[in-house]
């Protein structure tokens, strides 16, 4: 009985003692968990209003899906490294700025024509080129486009054999790096070219076709032949339902 009384004394003494151990190490824990709730609420915090870096969006096919045309050696030099370097120096140049965060033809616009902010434009103005590039290709592309391009096409240029010629001229004589272009200005559509970054769209006009002529787009493939390259993309790759697409009204 006695021993009983000593063990359930005992006991509740050893209870009450665990008892005060626990509200001893809950309120030595206490702080230091509440400091883990707030660091981690604000890096969760942190995280969710971080401004997104640009990236470089996915090739709308294979990298060897335009061979025997473009070998996927040549997209893994021109979109792996080419692109990702122009998007990874965006980066370094905007992280901080007010263009942290915006879209990539805001920082175009806002750029262009600022010779303090030329390294800005031309990374912007060459991922938003390679961007359009990527999309005029497709497997299986060239022929002939449809509809009111094919109208808009034979109307501007005589004919669509014609607007080859044009084009593949103009992609030929760009003197250095550059894109050849079929854009939409006004009612009518027109072939430019432009050097190095520049771009339709920080002049006002609507891309709808594109051809890279720096010399890292097909020297690989083509070497010095560069008419070789511009003929296979009028024949094998044009996308022109993307082409097509970006018509305004
Ligand atoms: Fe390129």
């Not at 003929?231 to 044009?238: G, S, T, W």
Request: include cysteine.
């Amino acid at each position: 009985m006695y021993s009983n009384e000593q063990e359930n004394h005992q006991g509740k003494t050893s209870g009450r003692g665990w008892n005060i151990v626990k509200i001893c190490l809950l309120m030595t824990a206490l702080p230091a968990f509440l400091a883990l709730v707030l660091v981690n609420g604000a890096a969760q915090t942190s995280t969710s209003t971080a401004v997104p870096a640009f990236r470089i969006p996915a090739l709308p096919y294979p990298q060897n899906a335009l061979e025997p045309y473009i070998s996927a050696r040549t997209m893994s030099f021109h979109y792996g490294k080419h692109h990702q370097a122009y998007v990874d120096n965006l980066n370094r140049l905007t992280a901080g700025t007010a263009w942290a965060g915006q879209t990539i033809e805001k920082v175009i616009m806002e750029s262009t024509g600022k010779p303090d902010e030329a390294g800005v434009f031309n990374n912007a103005a060459q991922v938003w080129n390679h961007n359009f590039f990527w999309q005029s290709m497709k497997p299986g592309g060239g022929g002939k486009p449809t509809g009111r391009l094919l109208e808009g096409i034979e109307k501007s240029f005589g004919s669509f054999d014609e607007f080859k010629t044009a084009f593949k001229a103009a992609a030929v004589s760009q003197f250095g790096s550059g894109w050849a272009w079929l854009i939409q200005e006004g009612g009518t559509l027109k072939i430019i070219k432009t050097s190095n970054a520049d771009t339709p769209l920080a002049h006002g006009q609507t891309a709808l076709l594109t051809c890279d002529v720096w010399e890292h787009a097909y020297y690989l493939d083509y070497q010095n032949r560069r008419p070789d390259f511009v003929q296979a993309f009028l024949d094998h790759l044009v996308n022109w339902e993307f082409a097509a697409s970006q018509m305004k009204p």
